[in-house]
């Protein structure tokens, strides 16, 4: 049995959003393997959704699918309001739908501008909001955990490297990073914690561009001083530490989960 599959999340209750593929889905089981029951959150395509919930189900977890846009506060309201009638409550929240629509600057749509920070910044803020008023009502029930809630934001290596031909990106990670440290510092007196997690390259669909030939992903491994592309399990691993008491006395911590690509791999000669 590895160390996410120890059941150190046992009765806790965890939502994670866009939660039918790539890095979602691989925490969703996780999370489920640790001993945590899993929302598995989707805006569309509810055939993949209910799938993913088969499987943490044939796996000896416990998952139910609820479809809401992120964006959208009165269907993160009853997203909500749906897994705490079902379950009583809400004890992990990981905030990881997202999405990219790239053009370079003077191309850019206010569209296209508008719907990644909606749903990758103001998604967030809507889902921690709703987690957070949950846990400040039913407060810290010591057999489940030190804390009264934890809630873990996927961010990005772009919340610190900027990205041309990626604005709207890597803006909203930018502010994901300051809202998770606010929010860490406004809760931690009420016993909540929250952290993110900033992945480098992983392979999953949102990306497959950038490893899907071996020519792209010779160019990939140039900014990744481990020189190898991540999988959603490394990202999946460090979910499940950060949800957990193990990493009681973290809180506002961004974890780069990135193989090293933050470390200016481009200075590795010379400089
Ligand atoms: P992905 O496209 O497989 O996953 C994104 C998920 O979010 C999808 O399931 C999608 O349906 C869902 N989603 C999109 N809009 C939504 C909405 N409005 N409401 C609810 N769900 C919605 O890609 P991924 O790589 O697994 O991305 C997951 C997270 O990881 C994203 O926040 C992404 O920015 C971040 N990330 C990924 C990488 C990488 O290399 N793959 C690197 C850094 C950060």
């Known amino acids: ?27 969703a089981k996780a999370l489920a393997a640790a001993g945590a029951k899993v929302v598995v959150n989707y805006a569309g395509g509810a055939d993949r959704a209910h799938a993913m919930v088969e499987k943490i189900r044939a796996a000896g977890g416990e998952a139910m699918a609820i479809r809401a846009d992120v964006s959208r506060e009165d269907e993160v309201e009853a ?7 079902a379950w009583g409550s809400v004890d992990i929240l990981v905030n990881n739908a ?26 967030q803020f809507l889902c921690s909001r709703a987690a957070v008023r949950e846990f400040l009502r039913r407060g810290v029930v010591p057999e489940l955990s030190h804390v009264a809630g934890k809630i873990i934001c996927i961010s990005s290596v772009h919340d610190v490297i900027p990205w041309a031909g990626h604005v709207n990106y890597a803006t909203s990670k930018g502010g994901v990073s300051m809202m998770m440290k606010t929010m860490a510092q406004e809760l931690a007196p009420q016993r ?7 992945p480098g390259a992983i392979k999953t669909p949102i990306n497959t561009a950038a490893w899907m030939t071996p020519e792209a ?22 979910t499940v530490w950060l949800a957990s008491d193990d990493s009681d006395y973290v809180t506002g911590a961004t974890l780069y989960v990135d193989g090293g690509m933050t470390l200016y791999p481009g200075f590795d000669q010379g400089g």
């Not at 590895?2 to 979602?24: E, F, N, W, Y």
């Not at 992903?217 to 460090?238: C, F, N, Q, S, Y």
Request: hydrophobic residues 45%; without cysteine.
């Open 217 to 238: 992903e010779a160019e990939l491994l140039k900014l990744i001083p481990a020189r190898r592309v991540g999988e959603p399990d490394d990202i999946a691993r460090a």
């Open 79 to 85: 997203m909500f309001a749906e897994m705490i009638e």
């Open 192 to 198: 909540i914690r929250v952290n993110a997690i900033s």
């Open 1 to 27: 049995m590895s160390d996410t599959q120890k059941p150190v999340l046992k009765g806790q209750r965890a939502l994670v959003t866009g939660a039918s593929s790539g890095i979602g889905a691989a925490i």
């Open 98 to 123: 997202g999405l990219q629509k790239d053009a370079p600057l003077v191309e850019m749509s206010l569209a296209d501008w508008q719907r990644v920070i909606d749903i990758n910044l103001t998604g």
